[in-house]
């Protein structure tokens, strides 16, 4: 019985080692051109269904949904309070597509939950080895 719980244990801090790389992968990129900012505002497309989040290259994030596109700029709304902001394609540093929850995000969700049962099921194991 020993050995089996050895076996699991390795198992999961084999398991713990694996699933870290994944979360670390995301926002490793270098602020976008303005030429891929325009393609990628344009892809969202226009109106209530094109949510999205706009970080700045000042670092600000503004959230909402695109309104207007132009040569230039782009005009996207709040969500809540419909309030526009124009933002200049040459300002933006990141534009990620809001349309729910992230796949990295449900894998690790799936992950942590499978680990905190698998650490149940040891614990309960050990209790009932004494």
């Given at each position: 019985?020993?050995?089996?719980?050895?076996c699991l244990i390795s198992c999961l801090l084999l398991l713990g080692a694996v699933a870290q790389p994944v979360g670390a992968q995301q926002d490793a990129r270098q602020p976008i051109s303005v030429e891929e900012t325009k393609v990628r505002i344009g892809k969202l497309g226009i109106?209530?269904?094109?949510?999205a989040t706009i970080?700045?290259?000042?670092?600000r994030k503004?959230?909402?949904?695109?309104?207007?596109t132009g040569d230039d700029d782009f005009i996207i709304r709040d969500r809540k309070t419909d309030a526009p902001t124009t933002i200049n394609y040459?300002?933006?540093?990141?534009v990620e597509r809001n349309s729910g929850h992230s796949t990295a995000r449900?894998?690790?969700i799936g992950i942590g939950i499978g680990v905190g049962a698998f650490l149940?099921?040891?614990?309960?194991t050990i209790a009932h080895l004494d």
């Amino acid at each position: 019985m020993k050995m089996h719980l050895s076996c699991l244990i390795s198992c999961l801090l084999l398991l713990g080692a694996v699933a870290q790389p994944v979360g670390a992968q995301q926002d490793a990129r270098q602020p976008i051109s303005v030429e891929e900012t325009k393609v990628r505002i344009g892809k969202l497309g226009i109106g209530e269904k094109a949510k999205a989040t706009i970080t700045l290259k000042d670092g600000r994030k503004v959230k909402g949904y695109i309104y207007q596109t132009g040569d230039d700029d782009f005009i996207i709304r709040d969500r809540k309070t419909d309030a526009p902001t124009t933002i200049n394609y040459a300002d933006v540093a990141k534009v990620e597509r809001n349309s729910g929850h992230s796949t990295a995000r449900n894998i690790a969700i799936g992950i942590g939950i499978g680990v905190g049962a698998f650490l149940a099921i040891i614990a309960i194991t050990i209790a009932h080895l004494d």
